[in-house]
């Protein structure tokens, strides 16, 4: 296998930030391959990135822009999960729906929900946030989160463009709304398409939108530290959904306050994407159209760290688990059970140490597998018995 690169970034004599910066971004377009267009990161790959900071191999393909869904395909182990194209028309139509008349229906449920004791609101201000690329939306977005703070007007900001700096690149996000109230507090609003039975929902969805809505809670607070005086963020999210089986819409206030401060705390540690892509061979590449041999060789090249909840969040997670699996890391039986056995990294280890094969006997994760190796023996010597008088 060929060296890894030298290190280039601007800690090296005479290389400038900028130039550092620029060869960073060349290296990445190299991984992607020729001609092949960056993947924009969005706020659920972030939330799923922070849930697996330990994974480089998401970090440097998520960072580099490439298209896990295409790679996947590559390697012969596509992804199965998404979102059904019935279910996605179903779900702009739905938030058609809540932003029609200029966002009244949602600047009510705002209102009802999250500042009861605010002026009500009339007609609201929905500013054109329309520019040129991602940066110059972003721009345009933070000119107007601004202008509706200096206001003091219930103001809705529809699918506004925001960054997040994420393993040293920047992610651009856009929320389905952020509203900003009348104090010149700003509230992200996420519209969903499942239904709310009787003032709850489903729990799980409801934690996947919490997630993803605290990866927008940080990038508001990026844009909000840059204004005197900092305008607050709250940390209480708008959860717009389906009333019952209707197609009425119905609000719920939700905290995010522990999945800001997990996410925030998970970004931090992720190793920069630029350290990652310096320490990988000479010609790696991950463009869909190389042969599947190619991309093995190049996807083995990057540390993975899987676990079973990647089945529900990366399109990777299939060819990770068979490489799991076939060297028996006891990663793939969950996270939960890595971290019970401690220094035992392999199924075969663990076996050993349960048969008394191998192992440090003070070591408690040791001792417990010999004592539940014992026990099944126990369990079963009476069944053996009975199999011996036949």
């Not at 305008?231 to 209707?246: E, G, N």
């Not at 925030?264 to 190793?271: K, M």
Request: proline share 8%; charged share 25%; with cysteine.
């Amino acid at each position: 296998m060929p060296s890894p690169r030298t290190r280039e970034t601007a800690l090296q004599p005479g290389v400038s930030p900028a130039r550092a910066k620029s060869r960073a971004w060349g290296r990445l377009a190299e991984l992607r391959g020729p001609g092949v267009p960056a993947r924009a990161l969005d706020a659920r790959a972030l939330a799923a990135l922070a849930a697996n900071p330990g994974c480089g191999r998401r970090a440097i393909l998520d960072g580099a822009g490439v298209d896990k869904a295409a790679l996947a395909e590559a390697l012969g182990a596509p992804a199965v999960f998404g979102q059904s194209q019935f279910a996605f028309m179903r779900g702009n139509a739905f938030e058609a729906r809540v932003k029609a008349d200029g966002g009244a229906e949602l600047l009510r449920l705002a209102h009802t929900r999250l500042d009861p004791g605010a002026e009500p609101p009339g007609e609201g201000r929905v500013p054109d946030l329309s520019a040129v690329g991602p940066e110059g939306r972003t721009a345009r977005t933070a000119l107007a989160l601004r202008e509706a703070t200096q206001a003091g007007a219930w103001t809705l900001l529809d699918h506004p463009m925001l960054a997040l700096e994420v393993a040293g690149s920047p992610a651009y996000l856009e929320p389905d709304a952020v509203v900003v109230h009348p104090d010149g507090s700003w509230t992200v609003v996420e519209i969903k398409s499942f239904p709310m039975l009787d003032g709850s929902a489903d729990p799980a969805k409801v934690g996947a939108a919490a997630r993803q809505s605290a990866v927008y809670v940080l990038a508001l607070e990026d844009v909000a530290a840059r204004l005197d005086p900092v305008p607050r963020v709250r940390h209480r999210v708008l959860l717009v959904c389906p009333k019952d089986f209707s197609n009425l819409p119905t609000a719920s206030a939700v905290d995010v306050r522990k999945q800001r401060a997990v996410t925030a705390r998970q970004l931090t540690r992720l190793t920069r994407v630029e350290d990652i892509a310096a320490a990988l061979p000479e010609g790696v590449c991950f463009s869909p159209e190389l042969s599947s041999e190619e991309l093995t060789a190049a996807v083995e090249a990057v540390p993975a760290t899987y676990a079973p909840e990647c089945l529900a969040t990366c399109e990777l997670a299939f060819h990770c688990r068979a490489r799991s699996r076939a060297q028996g890391a006891v990663t793939a039986l969950g996270r939960s059970a890595r971290a019970d056995l401690g220094g035992l990294s392999t199924v075969e280890d663990v076996l050993a140490a349960a048969h008394g094969e191998a192992g440090d006997p003070d070591d408690p994760a040791v001792a417990a597998l010999r004592r539940a190796a014992a026990l099944r023996d126990e369990a079963l010597e009476p069944a053996g018995r009975e199999a011996a008088c036949r």
